[in-house]
């Protein structure tokens, strides 16, 4: 048995950002293509003359060769401004997208909650999102039954579970989303942002569920802008600087210091 | 265990969609019941589109042009190249669709993507499932004779969905890029309309014309389902009828192909 829940090696993520043609329409493409042909035929044929529907492009590295572990039952909050690459690691590690070098090695069930509420849809009841949300989540059709009633108590939208998901407020929304996430199993927890929304009494209850989930053995892995939130529930904690790891740290409050100093 | 590299082709990709088949059984729910939602008339809708142009397509074609119709009722020939031509045409459009309409969830959730036009697949046989109740109804109301070639129907049913889904992908991993697509398919479907057997009969094209016409497999489809439904009347043009079952098959496998090795940029280029 391995003690690891997630090992990052080397891990790189390269954009490749076009400008011109590849970024456009068809049209441009093809006007791109014309353009190449005729010079190709006619050879001084508007020589120097730069072409608009030029392909340039742009090279960004969005990671860049970050290696960290994170050990099984962790609490570990990862931060950054925005632009640093959070966001990119939570993809790689919810497969989302590939990584251009490195890799990582996840032992366990990953949810990942890179969203609240994905998937939502407005002309549904709360009750049918919740079976679309659930299953979009990775829940099977009986685990979303079983576990129904807990969702919709936890989020306290009874009243309104057969309303459609339009005439919800988006605290409301939020709620439901948290919900149904918080009554995932899994073996590693992914959030984004996601204390962002609601409001504080049931941002406190939500890490009351975090804390729960992490209790019963599960790791968790969290990005927030909230200082506090990380303060509170991380015990280990990682700072991205434009796509490169500049600290990993046991003392979170170090962590906490170097990623307000960057933004000042 | 799980190492997500650069280079991790899962083997198993019809697995992961069969373990996924809740998701599936979701979305496909969801999109068979937002359809219509705040509608008056709700699932009529289904039904009132092909009638409606049923109705223009006789007036203009049978009452005004008079165009040979081999003795069946004018209405009953447009309906059924109508059947097929709808279930075909909703299959590409909302094929090359899917990715775009479901982008949130494309950028934001790990799933098999190909989840999204399956589940327009089951919403598109549900719709032509009602269209050809329909047309039975009209087969019995004009007592057109139901013969032991109706059991030929589902080879030209399955061959629209398979040529519209395997367009539909290839459209769709496009669109992920380039959204003229979505400006250029519904333009296409619209013309698509009267270069198809659907308002008339394929033998209506002249003799020197047919093969040329039978590149559209379209043709071969309406052809081919006409003639299952009155075998007396309606006379199958062969080599058009195989030529557009191939092409279908193979248009789904390509268009499979196409979609699987672009799928793992689709919440990069989206």
């Known amino acids: ?204 209850k939500c890490l009351i569920k975090m804390e729960a989930i992490s209790n019963s053995g599960a790791t968790v892995i969290f990005v927030n802008h909230g200082i506090d939130a990380i303060k509170q529930f991380c015990k280990h904690a990682i700072v991205l600087e434009k796509g490169r790891l500049i600290l990993d740290t046991h003392d979170v409050d170090e962590a906490i210091r170097l990623y307000l100093g960057e933004s000042t | 265990m799980l190492i997500l590299e650069a280079k991790t082709n899962p083997k198993n990709y019809w697995k992961a969609i069969w373990q996924r088949r809740s998701l599936l059984f979701y979305v496909t729910r969801r999109d068979l019941t937002v359809r219509y939602k705040q509608t008056l008339v709700g699932v009529s809708w289904v039904l009132i589109r092909p009638i409606l142009t049923m109705l223009i397509f006789s007036l203009l074609f049978g009452s005004i042009a008079k165009l040979d119709s081999s003795g069946l009722p004018y209405g009953f020939v447009v309906f059924a190249g109508i059947v097929p031509w709808f279930l075909f045409a909703n299959l590409f459009g909302e094929t090359s669709n899917s990715l775009i309409a479901n982008s949130t969830m494309v950028t934001k959730v790990n799933c098999p993507r190909l989840i999204f036009p399956i589940s327009t697949l089951v919403v598109g046989l549900v719709d032509f499932s009602l269209g050809f109740i329909l047309l039975l109804g009209m087969m019995v109301w004009y007592s057109v004779p139901i013969q032991w070639e109706i059991i030929c129907f589902p080879i030209f049913i399955l061959s629209a969905a398979m040529l519209a889904i395997g367009l539909g992908l290839i459209a769709a991993t496009l669109n992920a890029r380039y959204r003229d697509f979505q400006q250029l398919i519904p333009f296409v479907l619209q013309l698509g309309i009267y270069l198809s057997p659907v308002g008339y009969l394929n033998q209506l094209v002249p003799k020197k014309w047919e093969m040329l016409y039978s590149l559209n497999p379209i043709a071969g489809i309406i052809n081919g389902f006409r003639w299952s439904l009155a075998p007396n009347v309606i006379a199958p043009f062969w080599p058009g009828l195989i030529y557009a079952v191939v092409i279908s098959i193979a248009m789904l496998y390509l268009g499979i192909k196409v979609f699987r090795a672009a799928e793992d940029n689709f919440s990069d280029t989206i």
């Open chain 1, 1 to 204: 048995m391995s003690q690891i829940a997630i090992r990052v090696e080397n891990l790189s993520k390269l954009y490749v950002i076009k400008h011109g043609s590849g970024a456009g329409s068809l049209k441009e493409l093809a006007e791109h293509y014309r353009r190449l042909i005729t010079r190709k035929f006619i050879p001084n044929f508007k020589q120097g003359q730069k072409d608009p529907f030029e392909v340039t492009t742009e090279e960004f590295w969005a990671l860049r060769d970050v290696s960290f572990e994170i050990p099984k039952g962790d609490k570990i909050g990862i931060m950054g401004l925005n632009g640093a690459g959070k966001s990119t690691l939570l993809k790689i590690i919810s497969q989302i997208t590939k990584p251009t070098e490195g890799r990582i090695v996840i032992h366990g069930r990953i949810s990942s909650l890179l969203e609240m509420g994905s998937g939502f849809h407005g002309e549904l009841s709360g009750r049918e999102n919740i079976f679309l949300n659930g299953a979009l989540l990775g829940m099977g059709r009986t685990e979303i039954i079983r576990k129904f009633d807990e969702i919709v108590a936890f989020s306290e939208i009874e009243q309104f579970i057969d309303t459609p998901l339009k005439r919800y407020s988006s605290g409301m929304q939020a709620r439901l989303g948290f919900s149904v996430a918080a009554h995932l199993e899994p073996d590693i927890l992914l959030l984004d942002e996601v204390l962002a929304v609601g409001d504080v009494p049931f941002a406190k």
